[in-house]
């Protein structure tokens, strides 16, 4: 079977002699026909990935067709289009049985802590997939990163009429945002570059825009008539920015991580407590917030065909891969086809 192996940090190999999948009678095999690229991939090809070990396939926006599959509860069958839950919980431990899967003690992410589906064919638990007959593979493949921002925006509380101020315009960010307007809050957006700021404008309909390098903190209090926002997720995974983003949220607002960076982070206290702020950590995603996109996507508010920049086949990824690090490269979503 042929697939990509991150071998060790910077270096991929397409083989050919991968073994088929082994499925046990819980599990379907699917034939995969997309795969997303995302910052986990980025940071593992680069070693700056945590809970990562070489060698690996990578490997967890996922989108294909049932080849093998049992009778099952779901109704699945042969021939079906799915998109993959990547997030293998134990089902048992605390957060699990507190209905908190996302977060599971012994989490097994595909393409992370075990090999994902930068493959042919791979084997998954019924439980993890989710029907997508009527989407196109590109949507399919997208719910992943996409239900990321839902879950964020659903752990925040983010109601109707709040304003959120979203740090970071890379497909993340930008799911976070198309799913809070969804949801009806008033979005600002953040980020460092014009480019990506004019494409949350337009394809998140963002309802204004702040450059991080020209007095962020003004920029913030003049798109929300002189107040905080209520509510601020920061989806960069940069130290610097994680740590700024305590200063944006108003007294007795919200701050939410959705972004991960492998250093410590640290805060005044004083300020921390005077404004009485609620910091959340938000990781991966439930089959709640899947099937949250999945409603969004069916109502028409979420474009994926402008969401995915670059795409590539199998065999031309490894030589088109570096070049996607590239900021002139001004990918959001990069899509590989089987």
Known sequence: ?????????????????????????????????????CGTDLHAFKGRQPFFAYPRVLGHELAGVVEEIDPNEAGLQVGDRVSVIPYMHCGTCIACRGGKTNCCTAMKVLGVHIDGGMRERIAVPVTHLIA????????????????????????????????????????????????????????????????RL??????????????ALEDPLGGVLAANGGELPSVVFDATGNARSMTDA???AAHGGRLVYVGLVGADI??????????ELTLMGSRNATREDFERVLEALAAGGIDVGRYVTHRAALDDMIGRFETWLKPEAQVIKAMVEI
């Open 1 to 37: 079977m042929r697939g990509i192996v991150c071998e060790e940090i910077e270096r991929f190999r397409l083989v050919d002699d991968l073994p088929e999948p082994a499925r046990a009678p819980w599990e379907a095999v699917i034939a995969i026909k997309r795969i997303g690229i």
């Open 198 to 211: 004019a494409f949350c404008r337009d394809w998140a309909r963002a309802d204004a825009t702040v450059n």
């Open 246 to 248: 305590f200063g944006y």
């Open 132 to 195: 997508t007959n009527d989407l196109t593979l590109d949507q399919a493949a997208a719910l992943e990163p996409l239900a990321i921002g839902a879950h964020a925006v659903r752990r925040s509380g983010l109601a109707s009429g709040e304003t959120a101020l979203v740090i970071g315009g890379g497909p993340i960010g930008l799911g976070v945002m198309a799913l809070a307007k969804a949801r009806g809050a008033r979005v600002v957006a953040m980020d460092v570059n014009a480019s």
């Open 266 to 275: 640290s805060f005044h206290d004083p300020e921390f407590h005077k404004r």
